[in-house]
């Protein structure tokens, strides 16, 4: 059930270690842990032979750990019998806490307004034990002069290494069980939703559906726009100004919201390096005849970031009987074939012919197609591979490798186990359902996947679907409608830099923005499931990471590295520029350092470089960022309106961090920071008009005044324990009042409500009836669509008062609130 999530992240209540104040918890400072370098601990390739406790999980690796040694052997050196006896012991423990998965916290290297501690924070009783048997140690150990004044005298000396947070002191926290579970694995909270967090990569584009790599050493990537433009970035980020591919004047597309045609494909030859081709899928228009086109293209032998756009030869065309359902997909597998996945031509129940295209084999829709495009200078532009399955099937065209598919939405290949090789080849795919389930399949030759027959697991066409040669197989996974209604394929990662997310297949929903993971049990051969949020709390509070992405996931990639993005964008059209792309990243642990570094092979570069500067901040903690001034970009107000910023430096985000935290510590409210957190208040930059100034606070009852309501108004009802700052929305319009369905309900919309009933802060944009069903009222809007500024949800888009296609158990609601904190 996703009742305790939206669209760009979760709310989530985790057991956190605190103070149980006034009836909330109020969580410590941190909690996840850090290295002194700011970033997540690790397993150490070799193992440590001083710091032996941090053997496992931390942040030293052989390299520190004998730096480590060599320094308590200078100190011991000073130590007679009775010396080392009694203080070697304390000396190791001390200097290997730069080693421990707290270290940050240990040093109060997480506030940059006090130098880092040159001796590790002590729990009273452990430093009172250390200072009475060894405090002659202490001028050895650091040459912090304020300790050595303190060296005579015990209370000030143990006074001067206490930490503010005391769940964090040495030697306690190793005991502490809240900080020492699962320590190392990726975090989760109480549901099981994994917590990861996002990078942001690249910006401002339009449709981004499209990025991939050359493999050629460069570690480029190469990201195509809807409208027929692909850009070359390199791996600093940086973006040539010259585009690498402009086909706009071919391709078919508009800039019509949810519009599928357009340019939807792209990969490079695995022999790119030296034969310099790459593959496009596009849709284009002949005369009054619409297409899909795959076509192939050389690199121009002047500029390796640029096409030879003279160089095109159509490999394949297909008429396309309406403009949805075009597929898109074109990459080739490890037997170096190029594969194409088609769509069943459109409309809806693929109502063409008998039993539809997809079943079709002599028809090149709803099919998974294999060609052979190598040694294709001379002859035909492609070949049939010899042991395609159809090859000597009469009627069969023999293009076709897998059949049954509906709209395959973004496939990939398993480059598998950086070890083992298990799994190395699989080909992973989305296919986009009817109107019932979404399914995730991995493809195999020959097979039938099911379209029209079934959609999911269930029967669609139930004489076809009764049919007892059809033979199909069955989708790893299917999900239904109420989680999301156009799923978009994603990879299994199998990149170096985070390895808990090893095997893991992340995928989306174009239309909820949903998150979400399988992992093979390789006992059973079955796949759990397991949603992804973004981290909540200070999960994500490391130097250049966010916590929220825009709604619409459009496409995941993989880097030369094999590391995990994806794509999305706040407004579905062809030419809006709000098209972000993220990388994946896991906090809870990382690579060792150094295990993944490569170099790359140079790029010439002849064209103008444009700087990546990132525009998204974290939230749930809104930070007071020192900003350099951006030109605004064209895009409406994200949900969460923070003001576009640049981090200055590490040192400067993690003061800020740290002033903030403090003052909500101050406050002694509540207890766990949602990571999609939306304030009402605009930034200083703030991009809004025409803001609503805010009211009065409701009535404790919940209810509208007894006054008749404008249209418009809006209330809140449901809540089980009659707070006033949620429940299910409900409101007044042609003289009646009703509830919204959550269909596209989004923090935005959930904004536009908060702020009208008097709140700053908008925390949640709560879906499935989580407040209960409006059964008495009738449902008056459906798809509402905001900006976060409109005076109320009639001014969104919507389908029309009293117009829907849902029912009560897709009520939406809301959590408001006058602080960025929700109540336990």
């Known amino acids: 059930m996703w009742s305790s999530c939206d669209i760009l992240g979760r709310v989530r209540h985790s057991p956190f270690i605190g103070l149980y104040l006034l009836g909330f918890w109020i969580a410590p400072v941190s909690l996840h ?103 002659s140690t202490i001028t050895l150990l650091s040459d912090d002069l304020q300790l050595a004044q303190a060296e005579t005298d015990q209370v000030h000396f143990c006074q001067h290494l206490e930490l ?40 401002g584009l339009r449709n981004p559906l499209a990025m991939v790599h050359a493999n050629d050493g460069t570690h480029r990537f190469f990201i195509a726009e809807q409208v027929g433009l692909v850009w070359t970035y390199l791996p600093d980020r940086s973006k040539l100004e010259k585009p690498f591919l402009n086909i706009t004047k071919a391709v078919l597309t508009s800039p019509w919201e949810g519009d599928e045609r357009g340019f939807l494909g792209l990969t490079f030859h695995p022999n790119y390096k030296y034969n310099g081709k790459l593959y496009v899928y596009y849709s284009v228009e002949i005369g009054l005849d619409e297409r899909i086109r795959v ?59 008998k039993y539809g295209n997809a079943q079709n084999k002599s028809a090149l829709l709803g099919k998974v197609l294999r060609i052979n495009v190598d040694d294709n200078d001379r002859g035909p532009l492609y070949r049939i591979p010899s042991d395609n399955p159809f090859v000597h099937e009469r009627g069969a065209r023999p293009e076709v490798y897998a059949y049954g598919v509906r709209n395959m939405w973004r496939c990939s290949v398993d480059r598998g186990d950086p070890l083992t090789k298990e799994g190395k080849g699989r080909i992973f795919c989305g296919d986009v359902g009817q109107n019932k389930f979404e399914e995730i399949d991995i493809i195999e030759k020959g097979r039938n996947y099911g379209w029209r027959a079934k959609e999911g697991f269930s029967c669609y066409d139930k004489k076809l679907c009764a049919n007892s040669s059809l033979d199909d197989v069955l989708p790893i996974y299917a999900y239904p409608h109420k989680m999301g209604k156009s799923v978009t394929g994603g990879y299994v990662y199998r990149g170096c830099e985070y390895p808990n997310l090893n095997g893991m297949y992340i995928f989306g929903d174009f239309m909820s923005g949903r998150m979400m993971s399988l992992q093979e049990n390789k006992n059973t051969g079955q ?191 449901g809540d089980e324990q009659g707070r006033d ?58 798809d509402v669509q905001c900006e976060g500024t409109e ?25 408001c609130g006058n602080s960025d904190y929700v109540e336990a």
């Open 33 to 135: 842990p850090q290295c002194l370098d700011f970033k997540p601990p690790f397993k150490p390739q070799e193992d440590l032979q001083f710091c032996a406790m941090y053997r496992n999980f931390g942040c030293c690796d052989s390299a520190k750990d004998q730096e480590l040694m060599a320094k308590f052997y200078k100190i011991t050196d000073n130590f007679d019998n009775y010396g080392y006896a009694n203080c070697a012991g304390y000396v190791q423990d001390l200097l290997c806490q730069e080693c421990s998965p707290y270290a940050a916290h240990l040093f109060d290297a997480e506030d940059p307004s006090t130098p880092i501690r040159t001796l590790p924070g002590l729990c009273p009783d452990y430093c009172s034990q250390f200072w009475l048997k060894c405090r």
């Open 295 to 353: 076509s192939e293209f050389r690199v121009s032998p002047g500029d390796m970031n640029v096409v030879d756009h003279a160089s095109e030869r159509i490999i394949l065309e297909v008429d396309e009987p309406a403009s949805n359902h075009n597929g898109g997909m074109v990459m080739f597998a490890d037997d170096g074939y190029l594969y194409i996945f088609t769509g069943d031509g459109g409309m809806a129940g693929d109502p063409f012919g």
């Open 164 to 203: 503010e947070d005391p769940d964090y002191c040495y030697p306690h926290l190793l005991s502490n069980e809240q900080l020492t579970q699962n320590l190392g694995h990726v975090r989760a909270d109480p549901e099981g939703c994994l917590q990861l967090c996002l990078e942001e990569v690249a910006n």
């Open 527 to 717: 796949w759990n499931y397991h949603e992804i949020c973004m981290g909540i709390g200070l999960t994500c509070a490391f130097p250049g990471l966010i916590n929220n992405y825009y709604q619409y996931i459009i496409s995941f990639a993989e880097d030369e590295a094999g590391e995990l993005y994806f794509m999305s964008t706040g407004v579905p059209s062809a030419t809006s520029p709000t098209g972000v792309v993220y990388k994946l990243v896991d906090p809870s642990r990382r690579a060792p350092p150094r295990q993944c570094h490569y170099d790359p092979l140079p790029v010439r570069v002849k064209s103008k470089l444009i700087k990546f500067r990132p525009k998204e901040t974290l939230t749930g903690v809104e930070l007071p960022t020192k900003h350099q001034k951006l030109s605004p970009p064209e895009e409406p107000v994200r949900p969460h309106p923070t003001e576009s910023a640049v981090i200055e430096s590490d040192k400067d985000w993690l003061q800020e961090l740290m002033d903030i935290l403090k003052e909500q510590e101050a406050a002694v409210v509540t207890t766990t920071l949602p990571q999609t957190t939306t304030t009402t208040k605009p930034p200083r930059h703030t991009r809004r008009k025409n803001r609503r100034k805010k009211g009065k606070h409701r009535s404790e009852s919940g209810l509208a005044p007894a006054a008749a309501p404008q249209s418009g108004a809006v209330r809140l009802a």
């Open 791 to 815: 005076e109320s949800l009639l001014d969104c888009q919507h389908t029309g008062v009293g117009m829907h296609n849902c029912a009560h158990y897709e009520d939406a609601g809301v959590i």
């Open 725 to 782: 700052d949620r429940g299910r929305v409900e409101i007044f319009a042609n003289g009646e009042w009703g509830t919204v369905c959550d269909d596209l309900w989004n923090m935005k919309n959930a904004a536009v409500v908060c702020r009208q009933l008097g709140f700053r802060f908008t925390l949640k944009a709560s879906k499935h009836s989580e407040f209960g069903e409006g059964k008495s009222l009738r449902i008056l809007l459906d």
